[in-house]
């Protein structure tokens, strides 16, 4: 009999331990009117969507690419704000200026002026992909293509990591620098080695990631599926619309509301969702 009960304890506990804890909870979408939107980012000061627009090949140099400006109500406010940008990618503010990852150069936009202030040409880039930055202002931009990251620095660029699989997804979060390469999430030491913070692989092209807490985050795939990762390093599936396909890109992230914003691709939308606890059985 105690042995029964205790097997029964354990299966309940293991049931618990991995129990869903969060669900996404769709709040609006955006009419189809962007162009391949592949990322979004949540401007908390003035209460605005960016979104870049492939509007093309997602690697194509055609000058077809812009930027578009959504409302926090899912109204497009603006398809093709900034134009004049080919295939942009992840987005990173530092002041006023927005920095966007465009194939082998970094596009800089004064977003009060809502023009392009500068263009950062990147040496041996291949395809630039994401974009972060700290709060000193250095900027860093992922090369899927080139399978290294780059720091920008006064306006300079040079390697920051080198041989890697295929990085995409940057953040820079309490001091350190994330990346999304290959199958999983690691954190940039100090020495700039790289420590792995989610157990087991995520299937698929890891695209975005935003912070949740300290130490937790939320991680999208490109093929359209979106992963809650815990201190442990254990993840939960929150969103999967594969069999729609439907895309998952470079999300943002609206954390005073728990606000998760998806840029779905080729279906020309951005999806609100809000991040809740899931609800008890």
Do not use: C
């Not at 299966?11 to 618990?16: E, G």
């Not at 395809?127 to 306006?155: H, R, W």
């Not at 999983?184 to 092209?205: C, F, H, N, P």
Request: overall charge negative.
């Amino acid at each position: 009999m105690k042995k029964a009960m205790g097997l029964l304890f354990a299966t309940i506990f293991a049931s618990a331990a991995h129990a869903q804890s969060h669900e996404l909870v769709k709040k609006w979408e955006t009419e189809a009117t962007l162009k391949v939107p592949e990322s979004v980012y949540f401007d908390e000061k003035r209460k605005t969507l960016y979104v870049s627009n492939i509007d093309g090949e997602p690697w194509g140099d055609d000058k077809r690419g812009s930027i578009g400006k959504v409302g926090l109500d899912g109204k497009v406010i603006e398809v093709d704000w900034v134009s004049g940008l080919s295939a942009p990618k992840g987005m990173a503010l530092v002041g006023n200026q927005l920095y966007v990852g465009d194939i082998t150069e970094v596009v800089v936009i004064d977003v009060e002026k809502g023009a392009i202030a500068k263009r950062i040409a990147v040496p041996g880039a291949e395809g630039l992909n994401d974009v972060a930055a700290d709060p000193s202002g250095t900027v860093y931009v992922s090369d899927s293509a080139g399978k290294k990251v780059f720091v920008i620095e006064d306006g300079k660029p040079s390697v920051y990591l080198a041989d890697l699989n295929r990085p995409n997804g940057l953040l820079h979060h309490r001091g350190a620098l994330y990346v999304l390469d290959g199958d999983g999430a690691y954190r940039v030491a100090k020495d700039r080695s790289l420590q792995r913070i989610t157990k087991g692989s995520i299937e698929g092209g890891l695209d975005g990631i935003e912070p949740v807490s300290e130490n937790e985050f939320l991680i999208s795939v490109w093929q359209g599926t979106m992963h809650f990762v815990k201190a442990d390093g254990t993840h939960e599936l929150l969103l999967d619309t594969r069999a729609e396909k439907t895309n998952a890109a470079d999300i943002g992230y609206d954390r005073a509301n728990r606000i998760v914003y998806v840029p779905t691709f080729f279906k020309n939308t951005v999806v609100a969702y809000e991040l809740k606890p899931a609800k008890s059985e």
